[in-house]
């Protein structure tokens, strides 16, 4: 039986969503209640309508839809004919009834026809669905598409497209990746394999060359990173937008480990229109960085989903299954990863909503031109969001395979939904930049001290003398990290690049004790979150610190 609300049902995204949340600042900086789009008197009267859409139409479409399909959808996957690609019965429903909830356009203006919700909520949102089916996130989480066009394209592009991508007409794709360049997008080369022309005389451009790896490349609009110009490196490349038409063709669908409900493609375009966002050679280091960290925050948040899913499976099955004449839940083996699914699916959660706050805050004082709150939250969105791409992603893996684990024999079968959220979680730590792709991305800010304002915001003494006695042992890990950045900073480049992974754990364990022990004082159960998180992360921290301070970079000796 399915469950029948995906956010009532979840006590603790409730909770961090109702009280962990600051919505009078968020809805101040980002201006929700000023000017003629603002639908709301006050911050209360908007907090409670968002939350209230979270439980319906999200929590009831993900819990009493969506999720009974995802089996059929996994299994039915999508195929390609005649150079069309084919929905399964099942995903057409899905997207029908993410478009008849008015669930395609949460974060694009009111003006096109969207919603203009907060990335905080669009999180939440994210998480919901890819809980019900993470494949289907990669239709719903590519909404930053139109943010994108919204925030960098023309006003024709915007009105040429947003309303249509708002009420879920047309889907969008991310056309970034190319054969020879994977995570290097300055490496497509000149005479690359998709390269942009101008018509002179029209002023139109034309895109002619290959993808690979595209995310819904069947999508009706997409934007496109091509090289316009005869220099190399990412000066060279620009950003584009253009539409499914005769001459952009699926050349074929990626036969995939997981995620089948959402076709990879690979795209040939022999001369396709499209119209230049924003300027010429800005594509890379601007527009193209602006989405990924809009989609690195989103895969967090279906990484997160399916963590929350596998929680419940292994949960479920603990519960029900017995051996030797009792549960299996009460062998203190199972009731340990149990308890570890639990602990860092939450310890995930209170890392994914501060990032996604630390976003919203950043875009709003942006948007109002503040220059110095825009220069605080964007150091703290840029080092929030690789770092929350990688920990989330990284126990997506680890807590499906601990379900599938509680689960036995019955976890390998492909008669238990654990099966398919071990494989759907595999790519999650890979696309929109792999872990280490995040970390390479955390490690100079971290050496420029980027997180001490971040930790400032959630240091303070405690009265309690049981939660002051667990922030005595987070700020011996705080000062072992100090310690790390100090050391690090004295070595030389690829000691630095060894090193990082530790350092990052270091950071992220810190500030996750931290963000647990503030929850622990507004809800008791939360002490034996931030308890059993903190007791596990004394050793982490000192291993960490230790192998930071060794000097012995074995892994490059051994690679010689």
Partial sequence: MADENFYNDNADLKFVMEQMIDWTSLFEMRGDLEGEEAIFDNAEEAREANLDMLASPIGEVAAQRIAPRAEEVDREGCELVNGEVIFCDALKRNLADLAEAQLCGITLGRKYGGLGFSKTFYTAA?????????????????????????????????????????????????????????????????????????????????????????TNGCGDVHVVLARSEDRAGSRGLSFFVCEKGPNLHVRRIENKLGIHGSPTCELYFDNVEARLVGKR????????????????????????GISEAALREGTRYANEREQFGKPIKEFPQVASMLAEMRVYTEAGRALLYATSF?????????????????????????????????????????????????????????????????????????????SQIQIVWCLPRL???????????????????????????????????????????????????????????LAIDVYIGWLLLNQAEKWEYKRQIAKRFIADMGPRARMNHEYVLSDRPLALEQFA
């Fill in 447 to 505: 050496l420029k001290g980027d997180m001490q304002p971040i930790l400032d915001m959630v240091v303070k003494e405690f009265a309690d003398p049981e939660l002051a006695g667990l922030a005595a042992k987070v700020k011996v890990a705080q000062s072992q990290m100090d310690e790390a950045i100090a050391h690090l900073l004295e070595c030389d480049g690829d000691y630095r690049d060894l090193m990082a992974p530790k350092l990052t754990d």
């Fill in 126 to 214: 994210t998480e919901l669905i890819s809980r019900a089916d993470a494949s289907l996130m990669n239709f719903f989480g590519l909404q930053g598409i139109g943010e994108t066009i919204e925030h960098f394209g023309d006003e024709e592009s915007k009105e040429k497209y947003l309303p249509q991508m708002a009420s879920g007409e047309k889907t969008g794709a991310m056309v970034l990746t190319e054969p020879d360049a994977g995570s290097d997008l300055a490496a497509i080369r000149t005479k690359s394999d998709l390269a942009a022309q101008q018509n002179p005389e029209t002023g139109m451009w034309y895109l002619k060359g290959t993808k690979r790896f595209i």
């Fill in 358 to 434: 630390a976003v919203d805050m950043q875009e709003g004082a942006e948007k109002k031109e503040l220059k110095d709150e825009t220069r605080k939250w964007s150091k703290m969105a840029d080092l929030l969001t690789p770092m929350v791409k990688y920990y989330c992603t990284e126990l997506a893996n680890r807590i499906s395979s601990i379900a599938i684990q509680v689960h036995g024999g019955n976890g390998f079968m492909k008669d238990y939904p654990v099966e398919r959220l071990y494989r759907d979680a595999r790519i999650t730590n890979i696309y929109e930049g792999t």
């Fill in 281 to 304: 050679g800005l594509g890379l280091a601007r527009y193209t960085a602006w989405l990924m960290a809009a989609a690195r925050l989103g895969v967090a948040a279906q990484a997160q």
